[in-house]
């Protein structure tokens, strides 16, 4: 299996001017982890990530390094994580020029670039602009959602898989961190949804799109105030049963 099969295609993305406030806003309304960070152009400059905010001065999480340490360190590495404490906008936190893939990136090859460089998502890319994401998440959907008797899945599943996103994206109940893996016509969604309703909508959509044989729902509901998470029944079922 390669990136465009399993990577989610509704990137977040924010600018470097963009503040810190509104970065973690973003993060905690559409339940993602990571945003890519883009120019005016809309070519890809870095990434920002949860870890990015563990470090800061409004939490009182700032490093405190002994006496003899700053000395080896020197001033630079001081000046630098007083920047990324203090920093009020994206381009003094985020990760820059980060590792991408491609499409056609074999998923052996982005575990492997995943481990060697303790990263957890790797932005897809065509030519310099981003096209799509592949996160921890969208590794293990493809272990659980595919771990099935059928090698691999056909060009006619990538078909089914373009036309189903692009059924979903158009309309406001689209889940956030929508997810389509496809295999012999066999359709798993994942992602977060906030109103019930739009499951069975996200279900439908899918059912109506030609080709597809069954539909598995593994979309998480969660409350946007307590950020309580319920599992899909479909998943829900799953785990008594095991």
Known sequence: MRAHQIMTRSVISV???????????????????GLTVVDDGGKLVGVVSEGDFIRRSEIGTGRKRGRWLRFILGP?????????????????????????ITE??????????????????????????????VSRANLLQAVAGLARE?????ADDDHIRGRIIDAMEKNDWCPFGLNVIVRDGIVHLSGVITEERSRQAAVVAAENVEG????????????????VYLNSPEDDDLAKAS
């Open 212 to 227: 597809v044989k069954k539909v598995h729902d593994h979309l998480c509901w969660v409350d946007t105030m307590s950020g």
């Open 150 to 154: 059928v090698p691999d899945p056909t």
């Open 104 to 133: 056609d990136t074999a998923l052996a090859e982005i575990v492997d670039l995943m481990e060697r460089n303790n990263v957890k998502r790797l932005p897809v890319v065509r030519g310099d602009k981003v096209v799509g994401i």
């Open 15 to 33: 600018t470097p001017d963009t503040s810190i406030v509104e970065a973690a806003n973003i993060m905690l309304k559409r339940h993602v982890s």
């Open 76 to 100: 630079g590495k001081s000046a630098s994580d007083f920047v990324h404490e203090h920093g009020r906008k994206v381009s003094e936190v985020m990760t820059a020029s980060p590792l991408t």
